[in-house]
């Protein structure tokens, strides 16, 4: 038997078209991850600071006041899942965030936290 709202606030049409527009499992997994990765007080310290700059490992270990080992983790995480990118110049690596999709992401979700203080 299949569960039936009786108010009929939308129809039965619309519904179908809703419930065909969800995406994948698989999708909805990756995207599960991902706003996981951004639940971590830690990695979200390192994106505020690559969304306002590039920086190495070392800077980044000032800023957030960890060792560098640790931020170095972080960072991992956070190039798995595609948030962060580095690039080599010499012996240095620097980091920034991997492309204005994070940043939005962040900034809009900063946005709406403000919101709350308000």
Known sequence: MTAKCL????PDAEMRKINKGLPESETIDYLS??????????????????????????D?????GMQQSAVSHQL??????????????GTTIYYALDDLHVQKVFDIALEHVKESFK
């Open 33 to 58: 991850d991902f706003f996981r990765v951004f639940g971590d007080s830690t990695r979200l310290r390192i994106l505020y600071f690559l969304s306002r700059h590039e920086f190495c490992v070392a």
């Open 76 to 89: 991992k995480i956070l190039r798995l899942h595609r948030l962060v990118r580095s690039r080599r110049d």
């Open 60 to 64: 980044l270990a000032i800023l957030t």
């Open 7 to 10: 108010c009929k606030s939308v």
